[in-house]
């Protein structure tokens, strides 16, 4: 057994695997975010549709994609296997109240906030990915050109004041998952220190609260420009 698949299936390994992951997707998230801020654009979604084709095309954003497809594999899988590792680990007649003086909310149910996280994810691409890649799209021309109007296909799906409801609910879940993993993340890669702690602590929060948001905050103004 090689030190890499030693490190991979210790204890460590694993948490080092689930931090790095996890501050690889927090990054995609703000690259995310920032595309789909677009569609807020008063331009009928001129803006969006060039983004999303740049998204769809660029060789280099392909990889990034795919990556991005396996940490949040990895990333799931790690996350059941600690959480099963951390339940095999407790005393007997463990008290769960001394546990929630301890503890935040949030970082004591990880695993089911990752779950309700993951579905989202998994209703979010069937909604989208899966139609823009294999779908009937519509069209659109821009400046001579003919694009995929993946502008249309997120304002209906965001017409649906259930499909808002859900979003915006699921972006509260991922704020509470948030506001544990991004502090986490440093501290099991040893980036903590009592002067800078409080400082990574106090950014996971603004980022905890201001991501979710901002991307809760789309479908609703798309939903009352719907209407």
């Known amino acids: 057994m090689s030190w890499v698949t030693k490190t991979l299936s210790s204890t460590l390994g694993r948490k080092l695997l689930m931090a790095l ?5 927090i990054l995609f998230l703000v ?19 060039l983004y999303a084709e740049s998204m769809a095309t660029n060789p280099l954003i392909r990889i990034v994609s795919i990556g991005n497809f396996a940490f949040i594999i990895l990333h799931v899988i790690y996350s059941i296997l600690l959480t099963q590792l951390n339940k095999k680990s407790r005393p007997i007649g463990y008290v769960e109240s001394a546990a929630s003086t301890n503890s935040t909310w949030s970082s004591r149910n990880m695993g089911i906030l990752g779950t309700i996280i993951l579905l989202f994810l998994l209703v979010h691409l069937k909604g989208f990915y899966y139609e823009i890649k294999f779908g009937e799209m519509p069209m659109v021309d821009i400046a001579g050109v003919t694009y995929k109007n993946v502008f249309a296909i997120v304002a209906a799906a965001y017409s649906n004041v259930l499909y808002v409801a859900f ?39 603004g980022f905890s609260i201001l991501v979710p948001v901002l991307f809760a905050l789309i479908p609703i103004v798309m939903y009352i420009q719907s209407l």
């Open 21 to 25: 992951t996890g501050l690889f997707l």
């Open 167 to 205: 979003y915006v609910l699921c972006m509260g879940f991922l704020a509470f998952h948030l506001s544990h993993g991004f502090a986490s993340a440093f501290q099991t890669l040893g980036l903590n220190h009592v002067k800078y702690s409080p400082l990574i602590q106090k950014v996971g929060i």
């Open 31 to 49: 690259v995310h975010l920032a595309g789909n801020l677009q569609l807020l654009l008063p331009d009928n979604g001129k803006s969006f549709n």
